[in-house]
Structure formats: C-alpha cells, structure tokens
C-alpha cells in the first residue's frame, strides 16, 4: 500500500515538473501607464522562479485584480515569461451635469466607484448609475433620470459624464395601517416618522417618500410594539403605490401577534460571583410580574443589575438576557457571568469630519487601561447616540500588541444639526407667531445655540440660549440664556419690560434622577398711566435682581414619548441674593399615566406653585402667578383669580389639577381627529396687600372636550368647556379654538 501511495506523488510530481520551466527573462508588452516594476510587484513575478500553469494563471488573476488592465495574457516560451496587457484608459475627470447643488454633487463622486485618475472600466458603469439613482431615491426623487456619457480624449484617456434630471421629489399622499386590530391607526400615525404632505408641512423632510423613511417607519412601529407586550410583532410589509399626480401612497401590514405579559423573572448568578449581592433584585422582579412585557422594562432590569455591580465594584462581569415564551407569557431569566479579562489598549475614533473628537470621548465610561467589558461598551456608544448628533455610531473590537490587549475602533457618521422652526397660532384671545433658528452642533462642539422670537399684539420677546451638555465630561451640564420681553398693555395702563440673563448646570445625580442649579439676573421697567389700578401705580419704577435656582427632576415614565405608564414629578425653588423686592419662588408638579387598555391612556397631573416677598416686600406683578389655558380650560388666560378694580393682578398662590383621557371610538379615524376629555380644578389667591383687592378663594373647575383636528388648513384645536364652578369676576369662555404648527 505504501509503495502504491509512494508512485502516485511520484507521478504527480513529475507531471507537474514537465509543464513547468524557470523564468530566466520577463517580457511586458503593452503597457502605458503602468510601470514594469508595478506589474512584478502586483503580478508577485520573480526572475529565476519555477513556473508552473498554475502559477501563470495566479499572475493573470492577480494583474485582472487591480482593476489596471482590460485584458492579460501570459505565456512561457523557452524560459521568458511574456506578459501581454491591454491598460484600462484611465478617467481624466468626472463631470456631473443638471445638479446645481454642490452637496449632491460631491456625494455622488464620493459614491460611486469610478472616480477620477482610475481606471474607466465599462462594466462598472451601468452599477453605478443604480447608485446615483438609489441616492436620488433617498432624497426623495424617485424619479431621478441619470444618463452617463464617455468622451474619448485619446487612446489612454476618457471623460466621465453623468448626465441628471433629479425631477421631483415624490411626496407622500397617505398613509394607511392593515392588520391592526389592537391599535388604532391615529395612534399608529403618531409613532411612525412618515407625514402625509400638507401645504403646512413645506418645511418637512418627513413629507417625502423614500426606501430609508419606510425602513425607519418599520423599525418604529415594531419597536412601539414591542414596548407594549407585543412580542412576535412583524411588519410584514410596506406598499407604495404611486399615484397618476406622482405621489405615493404607503400601506403598512401588520401582525400584531400575542399580547404578552411577564410571567417570573430569575437571576441565574455564576458561581466567582456572591449570590447574596443580587438578593435585593427578587423583590424588585415581584413588582413587573403580571404587567405588559416590554423591552423598556427588561432595560431598566438591566440597569438595576448594573447598579449592583459598580456598588460592589465587580470586574470584567457580563451579562445576557433569556426570554421563554409559555403561551401568552414570558419568563425572563437574567445571566450574571464572568468575561474575558481584557484590558483597553487604545480607542480610536473616524468619521467625525465635523465633530470634535473630545465631544465623542466625553460620552465614554470607559478609557485607556480600565477593564473591558461589553456592559461598559454598549453603554458608551448609547451615550454617543443620545447626543442626537449623529446618524450612526458603530464599532468593532480587535487583538492590540499583546494577549489581553484590545483596541476598539469606533466609527461615526454625522448629520446635518440645523433647525428652522417657525409656528403660529389663532385662537379666541389673540393670535401668536414664534420663529426659531438652533443649531445642536455648534461648531462640532456638541453644544447648541438656538435664538426664538415670539410676538403677539401686546407683547414681543426674543431669546438666546446656548448649552454645553457635557462641559465638564462627567454628565454635567451648562447653559446660558438671554432675554428680552416688551409689553404695552393701554387697556390696563402700563407698559413695562424685562431683561434678564441666566446661567444653568444640570446632572443626574442618580438614575432618573436630575438636579439642576442656576443664577438668574434681571432688570425690570415697570410704567403705568392715569387709566391704570392703584395697585399697579405702586410698582411703578424700575427693579433689579440676582436670584438662585435649584430644581429636582424625577422620570419613571415608561418612555418619555406617548407615555403608557409611570411618572414625572418636579420641584423647583428660587431664592433672593441680591433684589430691590425680594422674594421666595416655589413650583412643584406631577404627571401619572396609566394605560386603561390599548387604545387609551389616562393621565392626572397636580402643579401647585408660591411666590412670596420676604420682609416688608411685595411681589412684583411680573413676578406674580397666573393660570395657562392649559391649566385651566374655559377661563381666559390670566383672567382668573384677585382683582383690583377691573383688573386681575395675579397672586401668590396657584393650584391646578387636570385628569384627561382620550376617547378613541368617539370620532372615525378617517377624519383623521381625536378627541380627548378633560377635568380641571384650579386657583390663584393671595396678595400681598389687600385694601383695595377683591380676591374670591373659591375653587374653579371645568369640563369639557378638546377635539385635535389635522385639517386640510393645518392642525387645529378645539376646546368646548363649561364651567362647573367660578367667581363673579373671572372672565370665561366655553369655546376656544387655535391653529398652528410647527415646521
């Protein structure tokens, strides 16, 4: 057997050794613009080297692979290794014609493969007009026209021409849901990113229909989904049917599955690792059984495991997620397990052309030297995302110098940062008009610069803000705030304004909860006229002050988009150093949800807020509290509460409680409005002097319905109320209505 084994490599071998010669010369014919030396190194060709046919077909797929020839032959002929090309004519330049936008343009060049001082290879072509059009096509312009043309300058050397007629962008007409039993199609309208075109709308890039806004949209919808037990939720399907007028009519089909609840969760513990130290979780898993399984909910699991395991500063611990479906529940099952002990070499960051690096490192909890573990990294890039900065953010792990050594190489692609903003609104006690302009990355800082403009027929007022969310890398935050505001008010006889200057920072002093510190400024002109009340003419003149702030934020709502449950509860408090009237400011509220069934949501919210002078001072009447419409529906803004003479004044004191739910089944969806009921209690009492004040502690309170209509003419709502209780010196009004946007 041995011996048989033996003959057959014998034999092969001596095959091999007759088709095979040593190359004692190299000849290249055919050749322009590449070098000889080029086609060796590219070619891998050696002088004095056996060659075999296999090698010679080695040399030819190696020179097809820089994409340098069009055509290679290679042959052994008495010891020469003759290697015949034919070059590719290379691109002289690229010209794009019918785009006048130079952005455009420079993406383009940027994406397709063809680029100039290349190689002009014609099978490329016909790709890269897909290309060009798949660009269009997520601008919007799904009809974009792209011809491309060569223009031979001479035997080595052509000119690229792409040819363009983007058309016009196709906008999207409707937007419709099939297979949504539980949801209704209003609420689903809300979730998703694409809006149906509405002359309101000019300033919406969310109006056009292209491939990338439906993907998001499905990712949208499968995720809202999800986050109220909807487990094996998929969107089958996305149909866009473009109308005889050029616009496009998506469908959406969905199937929405079981609804599944959270039937026991358990922590699964490896053995290096005190079981005792996650005892605590058992009693937080009892609160989440028999509720709505959600991945917001599994999330915030996940932190609480986390918090354990900085507190007792565990190293290199990983951890993962089981999900066991037993019919219409789910066990989840946490694993708290050892990883790799690997050390963080080095951090690279790309992408950012606009964003400094310090603003991209300034979200990391983790850096050079400290232990590697997926928790802390997964955590870092979510930090990145929720600058809201950047489109994507991505990474990938590899081998550093040595064992245990890693380098982790994060990528960034940016986008644009800039809004225009521009609203107004009409309504039964006057009309208002805001404009805006901010950009959320000035100057690749990572900072925001926003300057607003409200103006109504009494009052205009303009502001600047700027704001460092993360200015000194620790989370903490810094802001600064200009304000001017002008009032003439002649049938209450004075006019006076307001300018004032602010300084913030704000941190999370603990998970869902926010501490926010500030100093504010300001100067007051205060100015009346014989037509104006007693109590009016003693604040005439004008104030300064220098006050601090401090506030607390606490967020246990499940998502702070479209809430289905939890809270958010605030406490604010101002305090004097330097006033010509000092006073005490206090402002506390909270808001709970509580989802009844798919469709419905409730929700009850408490303000209650003081102002009051310290000493002998009084309160200054810009200072003073007043009631919103929101807060109190059927009441005219500012014109409930103590009266002097005719004229309400505003009070130390202010109380509101709202409940409000929506009806889902009261209106048809396609009348494309949802209507909502409301029950108000609310109050402002207390002055500081009472000679001459007539001030009702009568408790207010309404009812009524509130109907959001997105009409043909643009969003409007309408607020039907009827008092239930009142003071017969307030100013009410059972019907209200405004409209507006914004862009």
Same mark, same amino acid.
């Given at each position: 057997?041995?011996?048989?084994?033996?003959?057959?490599?014998?034999?092969?071998?001596?095959?091999?050794?007759?088709?095979?010669?040593?190359?004692? !010369?190299?000849?290249?014919?055919?050749?322009?613009?590449?070098?000889?030396?080029?086609?060796?190194v590219?070619?891998?060709?050696?002088?004095?080297?056996?060659?075999?046919?296999?090698?010679?077909?080695?040399?030819?797929?190696n020179?097809?692979?820089?994409?340098?020839?069009? @055509?290679?032959?290679?042959?052994?002929?008495?010891?020469?290794?003759?290697?015949?090309?034919?070059?590719?004519p290379?691109?002289?330049?690229?010209?794009?014609t019918?785009?006048?936008k130079?952005?455009?343009?420079?993406? #383009?060049?940027?994406?397709?493969?063809?680029?100039?001082?290349?190689?002009?290879?014609?099978?490329?072509?016909?790709?890269?007009?897909?290309?060009?059009?798949?660009?269009?096509? +997520?601008?919007g312009?799904?009809?974009?026209?792209?011809? =491309?043309?060569?223009?031979?300058?001479?035997?080595?050397?052509?000119?690229?021409?792409?040819?363009?007629?983007?058309?016009?962008?196709?906008?999207?007409?409707?937007?419709?849901?099939?297979? *949504?039993?539980?949801?209704?199609?209003?609420?689903?309208?809300?979730?998703?990113?694409?809006?149906? @075109?509405k002359?309101?709308?000019?300033?919406?890039?969310?109006?056009?229909?292209?491939?990338?806004?439906?993907?998001l949209?499905?990712?949208?919808?499968?995720?809202?989904?999800? /986050?109220?037990?909807?487990?094996?939720?998929? %969107?089958? /399907?996305?149909?866009?049917?473009? =109308?005889?007028?050029?616009?496009?009519?998506?469908?959406?089909?969905?199937?929405?599955? +079981?609804?599944?609840?959270?039937n026991?969760?358990?922590t699964?513990v490896?053995? %290096?690792?005190?079981?005792?130290?996650?005892?605590?979780?058992?009693? #937080?898993?009892?609160?989440?059984?028999?509720?709505?399984?959600?991945?917001?909910?599994?999330?915030?699991?996940?932190?609480?495991?986390? $918090?354990?395991?900085?507190?007792?500063?565990?190293?290199?611990?990983?951890?993962?997620?089981?999900?066991?479906?037993?019919?219409?529940?789910?066990?989840?099952?946490?694993n708290?397990?050892?990883?790799?002990?690997?050390?963080?070499?080095?951090?690279?960051?790309?992408?950012?052309? +606009?964003?400094?690096?310090?603003?991209?490192?300034?979200?990391?909890?983790? @850096?050079?030297?400290?232990?590697?573990?997926?928790?802390?990294?997964? !955590? =870092?890039?979510?930090?990145?995302?929720?600058?809201?900065i950047?489109?994507? %953010?991505?990474y990938?792990?590899?081998?550093?110098?040595?064992?245990?050594?890693?380098?982790?190489?994060?990528?960034?692609?940016?986008?644009?940062?800039?809004?225009?903003?521009?609203?107004?609104?009409?309504?039964?006690s006057?009309?208002?008009?805001?404009?805006?302009?901010k950009?959320?990355?000035?100057?690749?800082?990572?900072? =925001?610069?926003?300057?607003?403009?409200?103006?109504?027929?009494?009052?205009?007022?303009?502001?600047?803000?700027?704001?460092?969310?993360?200015?000194?890398?620790?989370? *903490?935050?810094?802001?600064?705030?200009?304000?001017?505001?002008?009032?003439?008010?002649?049938?209450?006889?004075?006019?006076n304004?307001?300018?004032?200057?602010?300084?913030?920072?704000?941190?999370?002093?603990?998970?869902?909860?926010?501490?926010?510190?500030?100093?504010?400024?300001?100067?007051d002109?205060?100015?009346?006229?014989?037509?104006?009340?007693?109590?009016?003419k003693?604040?005439?003149?004008?104030?300064?002050?220098?006050?601090?702030?401090?506030?607390?934020?606490?967020?246990?709502? @499940?998502?702070?988009?479209?809430?289905?449950?939890?809270?958010?509860?605030?406490?604010?408090q101002?305090?004097?150093?330097?006033?010509?009237?000092?006073?005490?400011?206090?402002?506390?509220?909270?808001?709970?949800?509580?989802?009844?069934?798919?469709?419905? %949501?409730?929700?009850? !919210?408490?303000?209650?807020?003081t102002?009051?002078?310290?000493?002998?001072?009084?309160?200054?009447?810009?200072?003073?509290?007043?009631?919103?419409?929101?807060?109190?529906?059927?009441?005219?803004?500012?014109?409930?509460?103590?009266?002097?003479?005719?004229?309400?004044?505003?009070?130390?004191?202010?109380?509101?409680?709202?409940?409000?739910?929506s009806?889902?089944?009261? $209106?048809?969806?396609?009348?494309?409005?949802?209507?909502?009921?409301?029950l108000?209690?609310?109050?402002?009492?207390?002055?500081?002097?009472?000679?001459?004040?007539d001030?009702?502690?009568?408790?207010?309170?309404?009812?009524?319905?509130?109907?959001?209509?997105?009409?043909?003419?643009?969003p409007?709502?309408?607020?039907?109320?009827?008092?239930?209780?009142?003071?017969?010196?307030?100013?009410t009004?059972?019907?209200?209505f405004?409209?507006?946007?914004?862009?």
């Amino acid at each position: 057997m041995k011996k048989y084994i033996l003959s057959i490599i014998i034999f092969i071998s001596l095959v091999t050794n007759l088709n095979s010669e040593i190359v004692e !010369k190299i000849s290249i014919n055919g050749n322009n613009r590449i070098s000889e030396e080029t086609i060796k190194v590219y070619g891998d060709i050696e002088i004095k080297k056996n060659y075999s046919e296999k090698d010679l077909n080695k040399i030819i797929n190696n020179l097809y692979s820089t994409d340098f020839f069009e @055509d290679v032959k290679v042959k052994l002929s008495n010891n020469i290794l003759i290697i015949d090309v034919k070059e590719y004519p290379f691109i002289n330049q690229v010209i794009i014609t019918g785009e006048k936008k130079k952005a455009y343009e420079d993406q #383009i060049k940027k994406l397709i493969k063809l680029k100039e001082k290349k190689s002009y290879i014609k099978s490329f072509l016909l790709n890269d007009e897909q290309l060009i059009k798949k660009l269009y096509s +997520t601008l919007g312009y799904n009809s974009a026209q792209v011809v =491309s043309k060569i223009n031979v300058i001479d035997e080595r050397s052509v000119d690229l021409l792409f040819e363009i007629n983007r058309g016009e962008k196709t906008k999207i007409a409707s937007v419709k849901f099939i297979g *949504n039993n539980y949801i209704r199609s209003k609420r689903l309208s809300d979730v998703i990113a694409s809006e149906e @075109d509405k002359f309101w709308k000019f300033l919406s890039r969310n109006t056009n229909f292209s491939e990338s806004i439906v993907s998001l949209d499905k990712r949208l919808l499968t995720n809202y989904y999800k /986050s109220i037990g909807f487990y094996n939720v998929k %969107v089958n /399907s996305s149909v866009a049917e473009i =109308s005889q007028s050029g616009d496009a009519e998506l469908t959406y089909s969905i199937d929405e599955g +079981t609804r599944y609840t959270i039937n026991k969760i358990s922590t699964n513990v490896d053995k %290096v690792f005190d079981k005792d130290i996650f005892f605590e979780l058992n009693e #937080i898993y009892k609160s989440y059984a028999g509720q709505y399984y959600s991945p917001f909910k599994v999330k915030k699991l996940l932190d609480e495991i986390d $918090i354990l395991i900085d507190k007792n500063d565990l190293q290199f611990v990983e951890h993962n997620v089981q999900e066991i479906i037993e019919q219409d529940s789910i066990n989840i099952i946490f694993n708290i397990y050892e990883g790799e002990k690997n050390i963080i070499e080095r951090i690279n960051i790309t992408g950012n052309n +606009t964003t400094n690096e310090s603003v991209i490192r300034g979200e990391l909890i983790l @850096d050079e030297g400290d232990p590697l573990t997926k928790i802390n990294l997964e !955590k =870092s890039i979510a930090n990145i995302n929720s600058r809201g900065i950047l489109k994507n %953010v991505s990474y990938k792990v590899s081998e550093g110098s040595q064992q245990n050594l890693k380098i982790i190489d994060i990528n960034v692609e940016e986008q644009s940062t800039g809004e225009i903003s521009a609203g107004a609104g009409i309504g039964t006690s006057g009309g208002t008009l805001v404009l805006g302009v901010k950009e959320n990355n000035w100057l690749g800082e990572g900072k =925001s610069l926003a300057f607003d403009l409200e103006l109504d027929e009494e009052s205009l007022a303009g502001f600047i803000r700027y704001k460092n969310p993360n200015y000194d890398f620790l989370g *903490n935050s810094i802001g600064y705030s200009l304000s001017s505001e002008k009032n003439d008010k002649p049938n209450q006889g004075y006019e006076n304004s307001v300018i004032s200057l602010g300084i913030n920072t704000g941190f999370e002093q603990y998970r869902d909860l926010r501490v926010s510190l500030g100093l504010g400024a300001s100067h007051d002109d205060l100015k009346t006229d014989d037509t104006a009340s007693a109590s009016l003419k003693k604040q005439e003149g004008t104030f300064s002050e220098l006050a601090a702030n401090y506030g607390i934020n606490y967020d246990l709502r @499940d998502r702070s988009f479209m809430p289905t449950s939890g809270s958010i509860t605030s406490f604010s408090q101002t305090l004097p150093l330097y006033a010509d009237k000092k006073f005490i400011g206090n402002t506390f509220s909270s808001s709970h949800y509580k989802a009844l069934n798919e469709n419905l %949501v409730g929700s009850a !919210k408490i303000y209650l807020s003081t102002i009051n002078g310290i000493g002998e001072d009084n309160v200054r009447l810009s200072k003073r509290k007043y009631l919103s419409e929101k807060k109190l529906r059927g009441f005219e803004r500012g014109k409930v509460g103590p009266v002097d003479g005719t004229d309400h004044i505003g009070g130390n004191y202010a109380a509101a409680l709202n409940f409000e739910t929506s009806l889902p089944n009261l $209106i048809p969806e396609d009348y494309n409005a949802e209507a909502v009921i409301f029950l108000d209690f609310a109050n402002i009492w207390g002055v500081d002097y009472s000679e001459t004040i007539d001030e009702s502690s009568k408790l207010r309170s309404s009812a009524g319905l509130n109907i959001n209509w997105l009409s043909p003419i643009g969003p409007i709502a309408f607020s039907f109320a009827q008092n239930i209780t009142k003071a017969s010196t307030d100013v009410t009004q059972s019907f209200s209505f405004n409209l507006g946007t914004t862009f």
